[in-house]
Structures are given as C-alpha cells and as structure tokens.
Nanobody, 124 residues
Framework: QVQLVESGGGLVQAGGSLRLSCAASGGTFSSYTMGWFRQAPGKEREFVATISWSGGSTLYAASVKGRFTISRDNAKNTVHLQMSSLAPAATAVYYC?????????????????WGQGTQVTVSS
C-alpha cells in the first residue's frame, strides 16, 4: 500500500506560481496512475490533473489546462504539479492521489490512496 505526502503549498499572489510535490513510499510507485485533486471550502473535491504510470500521458481539467503541468519521476517516487498564472479561484486544499495503473481518468472514487493535502491560497 502506497503512502503519499504532499508539500509545496502556501500563500501566493494572483498571477504567481507554485510547485506542489508528492512523495510516495511503501508501494511500487511506477505501477500507479497519479493524480492531483483539489477541494475548496464548501465545494466538492474536483479533478485537476492526472499522469499515467509511465508519464507518457497526461490529462487536465479544462479550468487548468495550459497553466498547470503534472510530471513524475519514477526513480524518485515523486509527482509534481507546476501551477502558474494562479487566480484566487485556485484556493483550495490540493491532494495527491494514486490509482491502480490500469485506470485512466478523472473520477476521484477510482483513486484509492490519498495524501493528507496541502493548502494553496491565492490572494487577490
């Protein structure tokens, strides 16, 4: 079973950038589809981006496409989310999640392993 720990959240001004990281341990990292989700206060958890086990395929929510980039390093058991041109609407807790490698998609219920989340706050 894989354990996930996010880092890199914080406070940033609108238009700024942040890079989130997620470190995995306890499993075969390269066998997992990895995703990022976020949840703002009072809202449901929503999909942000996902990357295939090999890193060869990525998928983004329409709201972040072109501004966010997901990447992974299977040698270091890490996945990253580079976020740029941030807007206050991006304020949320960001979660790293892992799904079995055969799964490809944005449905959070299919991601069975989750980190504790990292807060991202974008000020206007």
């Amino acid at each position: 079973q894989v354990q996930l720990v996010e880092s890199g959240g914080g406070l940033v001004q609108a238009g700024g950038s942040l890079r989130l990281s997620c470190a995995a341990s306890g499993g075969t990292f390269s066998s997992y589809t990895m995703g990022w989700f976020r949840q703002a206060p009072g809202k449901e958890r929503e999909f942000v981006a996902t990357i295939s086990w090999s890193g060869g395929s990525t998928l983004y929510a329409a709201s972040v496409k072109g501004r966010f980039t997901i990447s992974r390093d299977n040698a270091k058991n890490t996945v990253h989310l580079q976020m740029s041109s941030l807007a206050p609407a991006a304020t949320a807790v960001y979660y790293c999640a892992a799904a079995d490698g055969f799964y490809w998609g944005s449905t959070y219920r299919n991601y069975h392993y989750w980190g504790q989340g990292t807060q991202v706050t974008v000020s206007s």
